[in-house]
Each structure stands twice: as C-alpha cells, then as structure tokens.
C-alpha cells in the first residue's frame, strides 16, 4: 500500500462546470502523476510534478492544469469540462525514484454531460 | 499507428494452461519495459519489469526482443486468479511512459 487516495472516486457534472480531482500521498514522494484511461486506449500522461509547484505537461495535457503547493497533494483541474474529458483519471506515485515502477490511486471516475 | 499495441483478446483460457502475450513497440530508442496488471474497475498493478535477458518471476516469464521491438509475457499454469487486462508499458525516456490499452485474459475453471 503505497498510501494513495483519490477524490472524489465519482463525480458527474455538466459541460462547462470547472472540476477538480485531489491525489493524496502520505510518503512524500517526489514525483506524481496524472493519467486518463479510455476504452480502446492505454492510460495516457495528463501532467506530473517532480517537486512542489515543478509540473510538466504530458502527452494529452489540453484543457487541464495541475498545482502542487504541498508534497503530498497533487490537485488536477478542468477549467471548463467537456464531454470528451469524460474518462477514468488515476493519480500515480513513483516510489523507488525509478520512474517505470507507479504505484497507483484507485481511481476517480468522472462523467461530463 | 498507436506507440504500444497489444492484442485485446480477450484470450479464453482453462485453469492449467500456459498462455502467452505479446506487445510491439515503435520507438527504437525505448529504454525500459513493463507489464502491468490491472483488474476490472481496478487500478493498474506492476507485475514486473522486463529485462534484456529476458527474467522469471514464479509462473511469469517476460522477454524483450529489441531487434523487433517487442515484448512478451509468458504465464504458465494458469490460475482462475490471473484472470485480468494485462498492460505493456514502454518507458521511452523518464517520464514519457507509453502503455498499451491491454490484453483481457480469462481463465476458466
């Protein structure tokens, strides 16, 4: 148990509303990630951050952002959600400071309407 | 074309039998290798990494042929409990990890 959690674990909201998702590490772990998952696809990097307020985009970074102002909080927003951002989002932690071993929240399952 | 591709399956197997994966990669320049586990609704898992010589790890035996770029895993004597999606993952350069959308594997009693 790498002492992650996600929230909230489910949320539906409606197109154009602002959301944001809170991952909570309790080891104070360097570097943590932002994923989506979709059918038909791999999870894919939104964001990740290797220190308080040092964030870098991913692969599929449009039309979110990301803070860090504490160690243990990585907070992920949607400006403006649209019905495409309608996925799985998992936060990740990298543990052993290599980044290939993630260790993984359970998950926040988000519905835009 | 996707960086990662995996067959999704979903490959169907009995309880005993030894099944096999394979995920091929288009970045010749990838660096580190991975298969993940992942259970329904459930967050993805390490099972193990991937080494050039090819490693075990009880029943599971991953190998990486990097002259075709791509990445295997053996699962032998299956268990009802390995049933799950099973994601390849490609580390191409520190934080640029690429996963495959994943292989379901069920194994019947």
């Known amino acids: 148990d790498a002492g992650i959690t996600q929230s909230p674990r489910h949320k539906v909201t409606e197109t154009g509303t602002p959301v944001t998702l809170r991952c909570h590490q309790t080891e104070n772990h360097r570097y943590m990630y932002w994923y989506r998952q979709d059918p038909g696809h791999g999870l894919r990097l939104i964001h990740y951050?290797?220190?308080?307020?040092?964030?870098d985009k991913g692969e599929v970074s449009d039309g979110y952002s990301v803070s860090r102002s504490k160690t243990e909080d990585f907070l992920l927003t949607l400006e403006s959600a649209t019905s495409s951002q309608t996925s799985v989002y998992f936060c990740?932690?990298?543990?052993?400071?290599?980044?290939?071993?993630?260790?993984f929240g359970e998950g926040s399952r988000l519905t835009v309407l | 074309r996707k960086e990662v591709e995996q067959d999704p399956g979903p490959f169907n197997v009995p309880e005993g039998a030894t099944v096999a994966f394979n995920c091929t990669y288009s970045?010749?320049?990838?660096?580190?290798f991975f298969w993940y586990r992942q259970d329904c609704r459930k967050e993805p898992k390490l099972l193990m990494s991937?080494?050039?010589s090819g490693n075990e790890d009880g029943r599971f035996t991953a190998q990486l042929n990097r002259a075709s770029q791509y990445i295997s895993l053996l699962i032998r004597d299956s268990k009802l409990s390995d049933s799950a999606t099973y994601l390849c993952v490609v580390n191409n350069n520190n934080n640029d990890m690429r996963f495959g959308a994943g292989t379901r594997l069920t194994v019947k009693p």
């Open positions: 970045n010749s320049a990838s660096q580190s």
């Open positions: 990740a932690i990298s543990v052993s400071g290599f980044i290939g071993e993630l260790f």
């Open positions: 951050s290797y220190g308080v307020k040092d964030t």
């Open positions: 991937v080494y050039s």
